[in-house]
């Protein structure tokens, strides 16, 4: 029901790109979202994991291993690997993790972490390495990204504190959730729609070079994440490794660099919402198959003379 339910807004997004004017509801949509993923939240010493710095040092140093490997033969290209492989922790990742059955914790240090850090360190790399002498104001970014996470965060502590009967109603209610993320991909989906409606030319050779670099990244982020992660934290590492706040850097992109830069983010953004989709219907099989009781071998009678 879910892969249904997500493919359905993928498609939605596709063929109703005029949805991309309300992309405005997105930042409500991840606070509602996120305010779910925080309701079974325990503070306790995992919420910061010594692994949480080195998620943002590998998005550091792969980001510039690629930009330095693929810029010599195609600069744009190089951007675009750069720009996705650099970008931090989405902010719906705790979410994909809550459906996954997680750790949110994990999840929730790497997106304030790498969100922030990312915000810091950003118009060091890009005015020192990618384009000298630019400049980029990171207030906005880290208020934004403070919002999205503090605000129901705060309202889930407030709620399980002060109005337990609110708390268990959120709490009995949590399949909303799902159609809350359902919104979230289908105005993602058509804002890159909406983008590659608007761009003129791009090859179509050139934009299925950057679709089919961004997929082999994405599976690429997502694997390495699984082995760095070890037992304990595959599947963490991995989301917080390989789950990018796209929306951030196609915004970048699209500012400071070129709409064709910005291509990667948006392409890489669909190809983590298909695999991110694919492993919460793997996890509903998973679940359904460990849940469902086991047949007792029968029992042969011996006939008594």
């Known amino acids: 029901m879910k892969a249904v339910i997500f493919a359905g807004a993928i498609l939605a997004g596709f063929a109703i790109p005029q949805a991309a004017e309300f992309l405005w509801l997105l930042k409500p949509l991840l606070m509602g979202l996120l305010f779910y993923a925080f309701l079974d939240i325990h503070l306790d010493r995992s919420l910061f994991h010594k692994q949480i710095p080195l ?25 675009a690997l750069f720009s996705i492989a650099f970008a931090p922790t989405a902010t719906a990742a705790p979410a994909i993790m809550f459906f996954l059955r997680g750790k949110v914790e994990f999840v929730i240090a790497s997106v304030v ?11 060091f790399v890009f005015t020192g390495i990618l384009v000298p002498g630019a400049s980029i104001s990171t207030l906005s970014i880290l208020r934004d990204t403070a919002i ?3 605000v129901p965060f705060v309202l889930v ?14 709490d009995k ?12 991909i ?42 760095f992660g070890g037992g304990e934290f ?11 706040n796209t929306m951030f850097m196609a915004w970048f ?21 298909l695999y991110n989709t694919w492993q919460i219907s793997r996890t509903g099989e998973w679940s359904s198959k460990a849940a469902a009781p086991r047949k007792k071998p029968a029992r042969s009678r011996r006939k008594t003379r």
């Open 55 to 79: 998620v943002f040092a590998g998005n550091v140093g792969l980001s510039l291993v690629l930009y330095f490997a693929v810029a010599p033969f195609d600069r744009t290209l190089a951007l």
């Open 186 to 227: 289908f105005l993602a989906v058509s804002n890159a729609g909406a983008f590659l409606h608007k761009e003129e030319g791009v090859s179509f050779a050139y934009v299925f070079q950057i679709g089919f670099a961004c997929m082999a990244l994405c599976l690429g982020l997502f694997t390495l994440g699984r082995r």
């Open 148 to 150: 999205v996470i503090l």
């Open 253 to 273: 992109a699209t500012t400071y660099l070129s709409p064709a830069v910005a291509m990667g983010p948006i392409f890489y953004l669909i190809c983590d919402t």
């Open 173 to 184: 209610h949590k399949e909303i959730a799902l159609w809350i993320l359902a919104a979230i």
């Open 234 to 244: 595959r599947r963490e590492v991995a989301q917080s490794l390989a789950h990018k």
């Open 113 to 123: 972490f790498t969100n922030f850090a990312a915000a810091l360190l950003l118009p």
């Open 157 to 170: 502590q407030v709620t399980k504190l002060s109005l337990p009967p609110v708390y268990r109603f959120f």
